[in-house]
């Protein structure tokens, strides 16, 4: 178990006191050195790479590290990534990430070396012995990047963007431009046997059809379940984003005039897509859809995973008052999002990974992230009361009653948890990830047309 750094302690103490008097108070300390203390290693490192230099995150009861995960479960560190002890393991956290990508693009977790771990035996094609699991989530490509980025927001560290991230950056980019046509797309996916074999996805493991629309394809959604049409929203406006904070390091950093070239024009696509055939009319309102086909099949749906169409504005692609966003918003928050559920205990979104009637805390901090003051302190509040004893948060629990839990070390939650109480305190690091060019002020003189 690693030690807290002093930055950390003192963070953690600055929370619990200006949250004194709330029940969050006496958990937060708890939920912030989760990760540090419980899910963080120095990597085993390849043949010719040097000790301490890359970190492996678990991502809590599985002993496997999700791209998508280590990135949210480290986001609160960002706040003392000033401290050298901090900046070395974020450092080390996206040196691993970057190894991954290069490793199995398409592959959404991994294990600390080639050990040959996989989360089902009999996955085809087969992964390779550094894969835990080979499901293509066109979020988990985003989190490298957006840590990456990150990082050099809070410190100005720059040693992690590497000639291996500038590769993966390349490699990243060239597939998701691969996966705007999934029809000439090398990846299938099948789970032939097993308890999970509805993960295969259908024909014979391509996906459902899908036409061209601008958008990038993923196979399956963050929850890790498949995805019903190939267009996951959500997901394409993160990318959307991650590629402007892309284009930001190429220029600044790598020197790559060409990739910053490649990375706006690849989000313009993007983002025309998502407005071309992912506005939907729902309720007399225009809305997001969580997905879409091109061919008219439209989900219309949130899932408490994030990215969602919740947590849009967390993305940086709009700000919380965009009337799109408003809209799908008032419907994720409602009985017309399927995943909605209300009780006794709480109210929220949860997910088809779970059962019904559950929620998930991921989704509550979410809702509190993305709408005002009281919403941020309504979140922390229900968040504190439903751990049911256990002082952590829970992958999900049940409307009517917190003690139905599902998974009791989930360090994504405990990180959001943590990222909802630094807004609330001030300190929050929201501000250091990438922004869609649509939120920002427009510069003086500068058409204030939305883009």
Known sequence: MWAVPESLRTLGGRLAAGLRGSPAADIVESCLTNTWTTSMSWGTPPPGVPELSEVFVATGDIPAMWLRDSTAQVRPYLAVAKDPEVGDVLAGVSRRQIRCVLLDPYANAFNDGPTGAHGEPGDLPTPTQWVWERKYELDSLCAPLQLAYAIR???????????????????????????????????????????????????GGRGASVRRTGMTWSGFRPSDDPCRHGYLVPANALASTTLHGLAELASSVLRDAEL????????????????????????????????????????LSDDANLP???????????????????ATRRLVLSAANPSFFSGRCASGVGSTHTPDGHIWPLAIATAGLTGNRNDAASALETLAATTA??????????????????????????????????????????HLFPVHPRTLPAAPGADSGPA
């Open 260 to 299: 910053a070239r490649q990375s706006r024009r690849l989000a313009d696509e993007i983002d025309a897509g998502i407005l071309a055939h992912a506005v939907v009319e729902a309720d007399g309102a225009s809305v997001l859809a969580y997905e879409v086909d091109g061919l008219g099949g439209v989900l």
């Open 308 to 326: 969602s169409l919740l947590s849009l504005p967390l993305s940086g692609w709009c700000t919380p008052e965009d009337p799109l966003y408003r």
């Open 389 to 430: 004893g256990t002082g952590l948060m829970h992958e999900s629990f049940h409307v009517d009653d917190p003690g139905r839990f599902t998974r009791d070390w989930f360090g994504w939650a405990n990180a959001m948890f943590c990222e909802l109480a630094l807004d609330l305190c001030g300190g929050g690091v929201r």
């Open 153 to 203: 927001r809070a410190n100005g560290r720059e040693d992690h963007l590497d000639d291996a991230f500038h590769r993966a950056a390349w490699r990243i980019v060239r597939l998701w431009r691969a996966e705007q046509s999934h029809t000439h797309s090398p990846y299938w996916f099948v789970r032939p046997s097993g308890p999970f074999a509805s993960d295969s996805l259908p024909q």
